[in-house]
C-alpha cells in the first residue's frame, strides 16, 4: 500500500445476528450455534483515502455510515474483510462520550484529553488554547450539568481538535450548538485539510460535505452506490432521493413543455438551467495566487449607514476595497453571502474578461460596489466573503480572499418554509358557490 494511503479497506462488512427469540442469541452468544439470520450493515466496501483527502459520506438513516466510521476507528470489529489505518485517529463519533456531569468543565477536558493520548505536560500547555476555542467563559470551572448542549458541545469539540492528529473522523458535529459553534467548526476543519490532514466526514446536510470536502462516497443498504467528485455524488444522491418521494427526475417550469417556445415571460426549461454568465464555483478555486488582497469590506443600507441587523427587502450596498499586488489583465472583483453551513445563498461579481475594467496595475487600489435589495432570508448571522479573480485562458483564478469574512445579521419576520421567502403582494382565499346549510 502506498505511503500517502492512510485508510485502506477490501471487501469490509458488518453484520449482526437477527433472532426469533431470546434463546436463539443466547445460544449465540455463549455456543456459537450461528441461529441468527444475518443482517447486513455494510457490506463490500472498497475504499482507499489518501494523505490530504477531505471525505464525506453521504446517504439516509440506516445505510451504514456511522458503522463505516467505527470499523476505520477500532470501536466495532468487522465480520469480513480488512481495514487498514496508518496514522493517528481523532474520533468524534460523539461529542463529549466519557464526560461525567458533577465534574467541572476543567476536569472533564483534563479526562478526555488523557484518554485522547495527551500527557499531563501536554494537556497544560494545550488548555489555555482549550478553553479560547470553546469559548464558555468562567463556566469551564463549573460542573457540566449546569451547560447547555451548546456549551457541552463546544467544550467537548476543542478538546478533541487539540490532539495531535494524522486522521479526523467527524460524524454529525455540526447538528448541534449555535452558528458560532458551526462556522468555528468549519474554519478548523478546514485549516486542518489544508495543513495535510485527513477528514471523514458524515453528515446529513449535503451543503456541510459541499463546502469541506473534494471526494465523497455515497452509501445505501450497506453498500458503495457511488464515488467521485463531491458535486457529482450528492447530485447523484439527491436525484436518487428525489425519485423514492415519488418526485421524479423532472419538472415543469411556466407550465409549458420543454418542446413549447417561450410565452409571455416565461423561458425554455433549457433557459433557465443554462449556466449564467460569469458563473465560477467558489469552492473549486486553487490557493490564493497571493497577487492582491482585500483590504476591507463594508456592508451599509441604502444611506450608507451601518447595518444592525439588516431586514428582508431592504436596500444593500455591498462595498470591497482590493488592492493589486502585481498587475492583473483582466481583474474581477466577487461577493458571496452564505449561510452558517458555508453555503452559498446568493453572490455577484463585477464584469470580468472582455467587459472588465482596465487593468490593474501593481500597487493599484480599487472599490467595487454592489447594489440590491436584501432577501427575506431567516434571522440568523450570516457570512458575506470577499474575493478577488483573475480570469486566463483556463478560467477564473483567484488572486486573493478576504482574510476575514464580514458577519451580517439578518432579522427578518415574513419567513413562512424554507431557506427564503418572497414578498407577497397578496394572500386571501374566497368561498366558491353557495355555502352549505
Known amino acids: 500500500m502506498s505511503s500517502d494511503v492512510l ?3 477490501r471487501g469490509l ?10 434463546a436463539d442469541r443466547v445460544a449465540d452468544l455463549f ?3 450461528r441461529r441468527g439470520e444475518p443482517k447486513w450493515a455494510l457490506r463490500d466496501v472498497d475504499i482507499e483515502i489518501r494523505r490530504g483527502e477531505a471525505v464525506g459520506i453521504v446517504g439516509r438513516n440506516g445505510s451504514g455510515k456511522s458503522t463505516l466510521l467505527q470499523l476505520i476507528c477500532g470501536t466495532l470489529a468487522a465480520s469480513c474483510g480488512s481495514v487498514q489505518v496508518h496514522g493517528r485517529v481523532a474520533a468524534l463519533l460523539e461529542l463529549g462520550a466519557g464526560f461525567h456531569p458533577d465534574f467541572t468543565g476543567r476536569e472533564n477536558a483534563r479526562f478526555a484529553a488523557t484518554i485522547l493520548g495527551l500527557s499531563d ?9 482549550i478553553e479560547a476555542f470553546a469559548g464558555i467563559g468562567s463556566f469551564i470551572d463549573q460542573p457540566i450539568r449546569e451547560y447547555s448542549s451548546g456549551m457541552f458541545a463546544r467544550l467537548a469539540f476543542s478538546v478533541a481538535i487539540h ?8 460524524d454529525e458535529i455540526l447538528a448541534v450548538g449555535d452558528m458560532a459553534f458551526q ?3 468549519l474554519r478548523y476543519l478546514r485549516r486542518f485539510c489544508e495543513r495535510g490532514g485527513t477528514l471523514l466526514f458524515v453528515s446529513h446536510d449535503d451543503s456541510a460535505v459541499r463546502a469541506l470536502c473534494n471526494r465523497a462516497i455515497w452509501l445505501d443498504q450497506g453498500r458503495i452506490e457511488a464515488e467521485g467528485r463531491t458535486p457529482r455524488v450528492c447530485r447523484l444522491y439527491h436525484a436518487a432521493m428525489s425519485k423514492l418521494a415519488g418526485d421524479g427526475d423532472s419538472f415543469s417550469i411556466g407550465g409549458i413543455d420543454d418542446d413549447e417556445g417561450p410565452v409571455d415571460g ?14 465560477f464555483d467558489p469552492d473549486g478555486f486553487a490557493a490564493p495566487s497571493g497577487g492582491g488582497e482585500i483590504a476591507a469590506i463594508k456592508v451599509v443600507d441604502g444611506q450608507g449607514r451601518p447595518m444592525a441587523p439588516a431586514h428582508g427587502g431592504q436596500e444593500v450596498e455591498i462595498r470591497i476595497t482590493c488592492r493589486a499586488a502585481r498587475a492583473l489583465t483582466r481583474p474581477s472583483v466577487c461577493f458571496l453571502v452564505r449561510d452558517k453551513f458555508a453555503q452559498v445563498l446568493f453572490g455577484d461579481r463585477t464584469p470580468g474578461g472582455d467587459e472588465a475594467p482596465a487593468a490593474m496595475a501593481a500597487g493599484e487600489e480599487r472599490d467595487a460596489r454592489f447594489v440590491f435589495t436584501l432577501p427575506f432570508l431567516p434571522s440568523n448571522d450570516y457570512v458575506v466573503e470577499a474575493l478577488l479573480l483573475e480570469q486566463g485562458g483556463d478560467g477564473d483564478a483567484l488572486v486573493a480572499r478576504a482574510p476575514k469574512p464580514f458577519v451580517l445579521t439578518v432579522s ?3 419567513i413562512s418554509y424554507g431557506l427564503a421567502n418572497i414578498a407577497m403582494r397578496e394572500v386571501s382565499v374566497q368561498r366558491l358557490g353557495a355555502a352549505v346549510s
Not at 272 to 279: F, Y
Open 7 to 9: 485508510i485502506s479497506t
Open 412 to 414: 427578518t419576520a415574513h
Open 31 to 33: 455456543f456459537g450455534t
Open 266 to 279: 416565461c423561458l425554455r426549461r433549457a433557459d433557465l438551467l443554462a449556466p449564467a454568465p460569469g458563473r
Open 163 to 170: 490532539v495531535d492528529t494524522d486522521i479526523l473522523v467527524v
Open 121 to 129: 505536560h501536554q494537556f497544560e500547555e494545550r488548555m489555555a488554547a
Open 183 to 185: 462556522q468555528k467548526c
Open 13 to 22: 462488512g458488518k453484520a449482526y445476528g437477527r433472532y426469533e427469540n431470546e
